[in-house]
C-alpha cells in the first residue's frame, strides 16, 4: 500500500506560479509510473502530467508552462506550474501505479492505484 500526500497548492494571481509537491510512503518510486491530474468544480478528473521515469508526458492545456518531476530518493514528484490561469483553478491529485500499460494509458485516471487527497488551486484574475 502507497499513501500519497500533496502539499503546495493555495491562491495565487493570473500569471504567477505555485509548486505542488507529492510525498509517497513507498520505500522507493523509481517502480512506479506518477502522474498528476485534476478535478475542477462540477468537472471530471483530467489528466495534466505523468512521469514514466524515462518519459513524461503533459497535457496540451498546460505544455509549456508546468513541468513534472520526480526524485526517487526522497520519494516525491513535484508539478511546478507556471504562468498560472484562472482555468487552472482545481483540485490536484497526485497519483501513482507501479503497473505496467502502454504509454497512452497512463493518461486514464482509472490506470492508477493510489491517490493522495489532493490540494486545492486557485487562480485569481
Known amino acids: 500500500q502507497v499513501q500519497l500526500v500533496e502539499s503546495g497548492g493555495g491562491l495565487v494571481q493570473a500569471g504567477g506560479s505555485l509548486r505542488l509537491s507529492c510525498a509517497a510512503s513507498a520505500r522507493t518510486l523509481s517502480n512506479y509510473a506518477l502522474g498528476w491530474f485534476r478535478q475542477a468544480a462540477g468537472k471530471e478528473r483530467e489528466f495534466v502530467a505523468t512521469d514514466l521515469g524515462s518519459s513524461t508526458y503533459y497535457a496540451d492545456f498546460v505544455k509549456g508552462r508546468f513541468t513534472i518531476s520526480r526524485d526517487n530518493a526522497k520519494n516525491t514528484v513535484v508539478l511546478q506550474m507556471n504562468s498560472l490561469k484562472p482555468e487552472d483553478t482545481a483540485v490536484y491529485y497526485c497519483?501513482?501505479?507501479?503497473?505496467?500499460?502502454?504509454?497512452?494509458?497512463?493518461?486514464?485516471?482509472?490506470?492508477?492505484?493510489?491517490w493522495g487527497q489532493g490540494t486545492q488551486v486557485t487562480v485569481s484574475s
Open positions: 497519483a501513482a501505479t507501479e503497473r505496467r500499460y502502454s504509454n497512452n494509458d497512463y493518461i486514464k485516471p482509472y490506470r492508477y492505484n493510489y
